[in-house]
């Protein structure tokens, strides 16, 4: 499962509408504390009494207060799901009743006792109406008595039965997946686990589908099964579909057979054992690229007409593939690889083994996927293939070994494919992920107490997790790492684990004891805070010290690897020491005088730092070091630290740079002053050729917008012959720099433009439409309304909400009519904000904001609700 950042990054210059302030809100969905009656306390401290079980009137003894913690402790214990049964296979047959969203299904199980005689069994099965159950074992068939609580079937077996025994179990049902929907978590916003898409096909422009989604517990909304990661089966999933429509699904199609009426069924098997979250599958319209590796199929299914963009997207695929299978020592273990990109899929993507789901970003045209970055997902689900499907955590208390490896695989990928530099940014991006959730709560990496399994999706098991690992593998070395990995891959295939079966792995290989490691990075919470301190007086023997400041009563004394490093004769020279004390002193004898040493210049370590250092020694640390991570650093603290003076310095060096995130940086700078370039004229011709010509369109882009707010009307030549490149990000920026005060521009030449639908080229038309003003573009605004999704579609909604405030005779009530079923009814948070936004445009009307209040009040976003009431009440009180 892989996360997405649920609030899109603001493209240039677009309307200031749009950004309202968030109020630091996340827009994370909340499960209901079903279990733990206070799990902010689980979440700060390991065990805490609930608030409801202390009372500082009765003044409790000592003694009780410690036994309703121990108490307390062991009720709120997560344990692995124990295993009365195993399931030996599955067999399903679906058919779909599109119009009531329902799944009429048979489902023959082949189950035997795991250990202990059994003499009943427990299946989850959530929202189902259940026909008769049918028991066989030899020769012996009955029908079964059962009771049902509408999420678990209990089934009394006709006797008690050994591990020796293994039986059949048969059941027709109908499952309502629409029934008791959840609001899900932070990483998968919705609970069906089954999902019909427009399915009576009365959405202009949009596909009928229907996919799965089966993390955590989901799977048992659409078929009876042990719903808990330890469980293993082989499957077969027969698809009762219209002819006309496309099955993808675990294993291996080894058989298609119409039925008549314009029906077919296709059978899908999995013959290798797998978990009951990762089975699924998608139907659909699905147009298909194929391509191979080393003899394995695979297929990126996509909406017809965009199949040269799915090209594009998953080109590097097979390359994965190759480098995976190279650095874990493991060929990739499944028989082939499907990639599906769906509508309104409720997370990032899911990696369903062999056939991973995909949001519908990843649907892009030829042109659009020029700029296409999504590698990170494409590794991130294609990792799991091995760290989640082949090896799989037995709990979610595990979470992070699933989770972890794939988040690491994005930086593994970037290292491998585009060099170190960006690996690093990925790698930093992630810890700030981190970082802002630590502000709010610090958790065990491997925790047994949470209110629910959804909880468990956040940017500890993800972003530290991830970082962790990287950690791990710059203490071990990269040979010995890789070597556990395939050790822990190989001795686990197919089986379930906890953490102590990659410590052992890693031991194994490396000779070490790793108990201090993992101790305090996965079964213990926080991180290091750092403060550094470096005496120069001694040029040639350097006093680094180091002090541990965060809550030792709350968190560990962290034992740290640490790499102290220095230039001298434009030559990079490091020291390794070991941190193991709360005040530590290291003396780096350097043997010549350095201007300035560096601590952890590489940011290999998940730590808060804080280090006392000039603009002039952020403008000096930029100059020398030879660390694209470093020196994107400088700049950025320079950045920060508004030091107008030092950046003047740097700033054609940081155009210049040949990484390229410093030169976007760079550019970001002089877009905020200009002035900069009256005073350097070779500047200015440079930023002209890197918008002609840098090879990275991000940066070009970034150009293009600098000679936007530099001189508009000098550049608007430029600016013409850019809108036709074939980047939308290049293109995007030179109509947005069209739109520039004093530039007359004709209508004519925009409306070679209109029937684009990348929000990069309808975001600066529709400014235009807005700006000028030109009427008549209701319908316009329509059609984009309803082809734009994501951010794009975010993005768009605060012109749509203001061109029908300002043109109401162009469909006022129709726009506000659609914007509200958006804010009801779309799937995604940062959409339904977009909504709300845009609607604030027509709260001069009694019947909209009465409106807004009830939608507001229907919400199950609670940061979202926050949001909506706060804007609420400050109308109400203006009215």
């Known amino acids: 499962m892989k996360q997405i950042d649920l609030m899109p990054q603001s493209p240039s210059k677009f309307s200031p509408f749009l950004f309202i302030i968030l109020m630091g809100a996340g827009f994370f969905?909340?499960?209901?504390?079903?279990?733990?009656?206070?799990?902010?306390?689980?979440?700060?401290?390991?065990?805490?009494?609930?608030?409801?079980?202390?009372?500082?009137e009765n003044n409790l003894k000592e003694i009780e207060q410690i036994q309703l913690k121990k108490e307390f402790e062991i009720e709120s214990y997560r344990a692995s799901q124990p295993r009365a049964f195993d399931i030996i296979h599955t067999t399903l047959d679906?058919?779909?009743?599109?119009?009531?969203?329902?799944?009429?299904?048979?489902?023959?199980?082949?189950?035997?006792?795991?250990?202990?005689?059994?003499?009943?069994?427990?299946?989850?099965?959530?929202?189902?109406?259940?026909?008769?159950?049918?028991?066989?074992?030899?020769?012996?068939?009955?029908?079964?008595?059962?009771?049902?609580?509408?999420?678990?079937?209990?089934?009394?077996?006709?006797?008690?039965?050994?591990?020796?025994?293994?039986?059949?179990?048969?059941?027709?049902?109908?499952a309502f997946p629409n029934r008791n929907p959840g609001t899900g978590s932070e990483a998968i916003t919705d609970t069906k686990g089954l999902y019909f898409i427009d399915p009576l096909d009365t959405i202009p422009g949009k596909p009928t589908m229907i996919w799965t989604q089966g993390e955590t517990m989901h799977n048992s909304k659409w078929f009876p099964t042990i719903d808990h990661p330890n469980e293993r089966f082989t499957q077969k999933i027969n698809l009762v579909v219209p002819d006309s429509l496309i099955t993808i699904s675990n294993g291996e199609l080894v058989h298609q057979q119409k039925l008549g009426n314009g029906l077919r069924v296709d059978s899908w098997e999995m013959k290798l054992p797998?978990?009951?979250?990762?089975?699924?599958?998608?139907?659909?319209?699905?147009?298909?690229?194929?391509?191979?590796?080393?003899?394995?199929?695979?297929?990126?299914?996509?909406?017809?007409?965009?199949?040269?963009?799915?090209?594009?997207?998953?080109?590097?695929?097979?390359?994965?593939?190759?480098?995976?299978?190279?650095?874990?020592?493991?060929r990739f273990p499944w028989p082939k690889y499907d990639q599906v990109v769906v509508r309104d899929f409720v997370s990032g993507a899911m990696e369903n083994t062999t056939a991973s789901i995909f949001m519908e970003e990843l649907r892009l045209t030829e042109r659009e996927a020029i700029d296409s970055e999504w590698d990170y997902i494409i590794a991130h689900e294609l990792f799991h293939q091995w760290f989640g499907d082949y090896v799989t955590a037995e709990?979610?208390?595990?979470?992070?070994?699933?989770?972890?490896?794939?988040?690491?695989?994005?930086?593994?990928?970037?290292?491998?494919?585009?060099?170190?530099?960006?690996?690093?940014?990925?790698?930093?991006?992630?810890?700030?992920?981190?970082?802002?959730?630590?502000?709010?709560?610090?958790?065990?990496?491997?925790?047994?107490?949470?209110?629910?399994?959804?909880?468990?999706?956040?940017?500890?098991?993800?972003?530290?997790?991830?970082?962790?690992?990287?950690?791990?593998?710059?203490?071990?070395?990269?040979?010995?790492?890789?070597?556990?990995?395939?050790?822990?891959?190989?001795?686990?295939?197919?089986?379930?684990?906890?953490?102590?079966?990659?410590?052992l792995a890693m031991e194994k290989v490396s000779g070490l004891d790793l108990n201090w490691f993992f101790n305090q990075w996965f079964l213990?919470?926080?991180?290091?805070?750092?403060?550094?301190?470096?005496?120069?007086?001694?040029?040639?023997?350097?006093?680094?010290?180091?002090?541990?400041t965060q809550d030792l009563e709350?968190?560990?004394?962290?034992?740290?690897?640490?790499?102290?490093?220095?230039?001298?004769?434009?030559?990079?020279?490091?020291?390794?020491?070991?941190?193991?004390?709360?005040?530590?002193?290291?003396?780096?004898?350097?043997?010549?005088?350095?201007?300035?040493?560096?601590?952890?210049?590489?940011?290999?370590?998940?730590?808060?730092?804080?280090?006392?250092?000039?603009?002039?020694?952020?403008?000096?640390?930029?100059?020398?070091?030879?660390?694209?991570?470093?020196?994107?650093?400088?700049?950025?603290?320079?950045?920060?630290?508004?030091a107008l003076e030092e950046l003047g310095i740097i700033i054609s060096q940081a155009i210049s740079d040949d990484f390229w995130a410093i030169r976007e940086s760079g550019l970001r700078i002089l877009q905020g002053n200009t002035s900069w370039l009256d005073q350097n004229a070779d500047l200015e011709d440079l930023i002209y050729s890197m918008a002609?010509?840098?090879?990275?369109?991000?940066?070009?882009?970034?150009?293009?917008?600098?000679?936007?707010?530099?001189?508009?009307?000098?550049?608007?030549?430029?600016?013409?012959m850019l809108s036709n490149d074939s980047s939308y990000l290049v293109a995007g920026s030179a109509l947005m720099g069209l739109m520039a005060e004093g530039i007359d521009l004709e209508e004519e030449f925009l409306e070679r433009f209109a029937s684009?639908?990348?929000?990069?080229?309808?975001?600066?038309?529709?400014?235009?439409?807005?700006?000028?003003?030109?009427?008549?573009?209701?319908?316009?605004?329509?059609?984009q309304l309803s082809s734009l999704s994501g951010e794009g579609l975010y993005f768009f909604l605060g012109y749509y909400g203001e061109y029908f405030s300002r043109f109401p005779e162009e469909g006022k009530s129709e726009a506000i009519v659609k914007l509200f079923e958006i804010m009801e009814r779309n799937s995604k948070s940062f959409i339904r904000l977009g909504a709300f936004q845009a609607l604030l445009a027509f709260t001069d009307e009694e019947a909209v904001v009465k409106e807004l209040s009830r939608l507001a009040a229907l919400e199950t976003d609670s940061e979202l609700k926050m949001y909506y009431q706060y804007f609420l009440e400050a109308i109400k009180s203006e009215n």
Request: some cysteine; glycine content about 4%.
């Open 274 to 330: 797998h978990a009951p979250y990762l089975a699924a599958f998608a139907i659909g319209d699905f147009g298909k690229v194929k391509d191979s590796w080393e003899g394995i199929d695979l297929g990126y299914f996509v909406e017809k007409g965009f199949e040269k963009g799915a090209e594009k997207v998953f080109e590097n695929t097979p390359e994965m593939i190759g480098f995976f299978s190279d650095l874990t020592g493991v």
């Open 692 to 720: 002609e010509k840098d090879l990275k369109n991000s940066v070009r882009a970034g150009a293009i917008d600098v000679l936007a707010e530099y001189n508009p009307v000098k550049y608007q030549s430029l600016f013409k």
């Open 94 to 174: 679906l058919a779909f009743d599109y119009q009531n969203q329902t799944v009429i299904g048979k489902a023959e199980l082949l189950i035997k006792p795991f250990k202990y005689p059994q003499k009943t069994l427990f299946l989850n099965a959530q929202d189902f109406e259940v026909d008769e159950i049918i028991y066989t074992r030899g020769k012996e068939k009955k029908s079964l008595d059962s009771s049902y609580d509408g999420q678990e079937l209990t089934i009394n077996l006709p006797e008690e039965l050994t591990e020796k025994d293994t039986f059949e179990i048969v059941l027709k049902y109908i």
């Open 395 to 503: 709990s979610w208390s595990n979470l992070t070994l699933n989770e972890a490896f794939a988040n690491y695989s994005e930086f593994l990928w970037n290292e491998f494919k585009y060099g170190e530099d960006q690996a690093k940014l990925k790698l930093i991006a992630e810890t700030e992920n981190y970082f802002a959730e630590a502000e709010l709560k610090k958790v065990d990496l491997i925790r047994f107490q949470y209110a629910d399994d959804e909880d468990m999706f956040d940017s500890h098991s993800y972003s530290k997790g991830g970082f962790i690992l990287h950690m791990l593998r710059e203490f071990l070395g990269k040979e010995v790492f890789y070597e556990g990995l395939n050790i822990y891959l190989t001795t686990h295939a197919f089986q379930s684990v906890e953490v102590h079966d990659l410590r």
């Open 554 to 642: 709350r968190f560990p004394l962290f034992q740290l690897p640490i790499e102290i490093s220095w230039y001298a004769n434009e030559n990079r020279f490091s020291k390794k020491f070991f941190l193991n004390k709360a005040n530590q002193e290291f003396v780096l004898e350097v043997g010549e005088s350095v201007d300035q040493v560096f601590f952890d210049e590489k940011k290999n370590l998940l730590a808060a730092v804080v280090i006392e250092k000039s603009a002039e020694e952020y403008r000096q640390q930029f100059q020398i070091s030879k660390v694209g991570i470093a020196r994107y650093e400088a700049l950025d603290s320079l950045m920060a630290k508004e």
């Open 756 to 783: 684009e639908t990348n929000f990069r080229i309808v975001i600066p038309m529709a400014d235009f439409y807005i700006i000028n003003p030109v009427k008549g573009k209701g319908e316009w605004f329509q059609f």
């Open 29 to 56: 969905s909340c499960k209901s504390n079903s279990i733990i009656q206070n799990p902010q306390d689980i979440q700060e401290e390991t065990v805490n009494v609930p608030v409801n079980w202390t009372s500082s």
């Open 524 to 548: 213990d919470k926080g991180h290091p805070e750092l403060t550094v301190k470096v005496d120069y007086s001694e040029p040639k023997n350097i006093l680094i010290s180091v002090s541990q």
